[in-house]
């Protein structure tokens, strides 16, 4: 199914990192289960679109201090990812090269965002450098990654979700698998590192 050998990388294709955050990690403040266990395999992704110098965005749940999705502000998460903070700083294993892109989500008080092309230039960085296909792993499933390859496909860009680094926060339990089986209902092909590293 849906596999892709490595030299099946092409122009025109990124990697898109989401949320890999400190508070989504073990011991932060909104906890993951296993979220930690991306990274590596992140890694692994990250040196294999370098070394065929495709580009690579991250983004990050960038909150203020306030922000609505706050319990202590009647929203549904504890506070999590607030701008500057350790929580919100990337995982320090995760190895970004110098040439990411950041993206900052979710940066208003008033207004939540899952999707990093909501109230982001998301698409219009994609666009100037010309990708038609994106390649999204990190955290979580079943909030960010569901809701960027939600936006990304009704964009007009091909998905590849990176089932071997993505993590589910499964507020309620199979949310995770439910939020794989929307995607690819949604036209998202699944992979894994064996798809792009032949
Ligand atoms: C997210 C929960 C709360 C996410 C953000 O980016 O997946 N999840 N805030
Ligand atoms: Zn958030």
Known sequence: MNLLKRNDLQPGDAL??????????????????????????????????????????????????????????????????????????????????????????????????????LRTDMDSRLRAANISRLFIGGLTTDYCVLNTTRDALQLGYQVFVLTDAIRAVDVRPGDGQRAVEEMIALGAQCITLQGVAG
Not at 32 to 39: Q, T
Not at 63 to 90: D, L, M, N
Not at 93 to 112: F, R, W
């Open 16 to 117: 898109l990192v989401t949320d890999v955050q400190n508070d989504f990690l073990p011991g932060g403040s909104l906890a993951v289960p296993r979220g930690d266990e991306v990274v590596p395999v992140l890694n692994r992704y990250l040196k294999i679109f370098t070394a065929r110098n495709l580009p690579v965005f991250a983004t990050r749940d960038w909150h203020p201090e306030h922000h609505c999705s706050f319990r202590t502000q009647g929203g549904i998460w504890p506070p999590h990812c607030v701008a500057g903070t350790r929580g919100a700083e990337f995982a320090a294993a995760l190895q970004l090269p110098p040439s990411t892109v950041i993206i900052s989500k979710a940066i208003t008080v008033e207004q939540d965002a899952y999707s990093s092309f």
